[in-house]
């Protein structure tokens, strides 16, 4: 049951280089699955993780194939988090920075996944619970 | 044949994104591709050779991670692989690992003996 909070998240980093972006994912995960709302705004390098072309790969040091690896995506995990806000009646709401998209040529993303900016950003925080920026270290 | 020293001191960086830590993968690529290739574990990183990880269960909605990143095991195969694995002993204390804690063949050197180990090197790969 959607429980009328919402929670802002601002994250920086891109996919596979940094532990932030999966603890990013558990903390949407965590906060859809108790109803609250969650926006993201996806800002620099982060604009990547919905990538809709990211495709797994087999692993040649362990010589698993690629359905024995089951190698994950960042975007299929977004995915799976859009499809698990349906079910409590929580909203996600996921903004790609649009310069940052148009710089880097990472225009091809997951359904849900909307253009935006940083006034995008600017009207989250100031309709949230509480928002919470993750940088790049 | 020139010997590499690769080191590792960022920890768990995307590991369960990629099932891997991408230097201890592509220093085992290096191997297999005929590198002489050493390791050395410093700062965080240390706590890879820790025994006994555990990162099952990593769910996102329906979506399951379904083959989670076995570090000790990759220390492990790297050693089995030919690869010489060290791990800095002062970084091992601090973060109050025993001896005991961490897969059998790493080899442990203390942060005094770091420059040493590096003249043993043609090319430090620092990561």
Redesign the interface.
Known sequence: MASGKTLTISIMDPPYESGTTTTMLRIVDAALKKGHNVNVFAYEGAVALPLKTQAAHPNPVKGTTVEEQHHPTTSGFISALFEAAGLTGAKLDWVNCGLCVDERGATEWVEGVRRGGPGDFVKFAQESTNTLVIGTR | MAKYLSIVERA?????????D?IL?IS??AK?AGADVSVLLRANAVNYAVQGQNAEG??????A???PPKLDQ?IA?LIGAGVSVYAVSDDLERRGIGRGDIVAGVRLIAQREMAKLFDQHDQIWHW
């Open positions: 768990y960086h995307g590991t369960l994104e990629e099932q891997d991408t993968w085992h690529m297999k990593l769910t996102f909605g329906a979506a991670l379904s083959v990759d195969e």
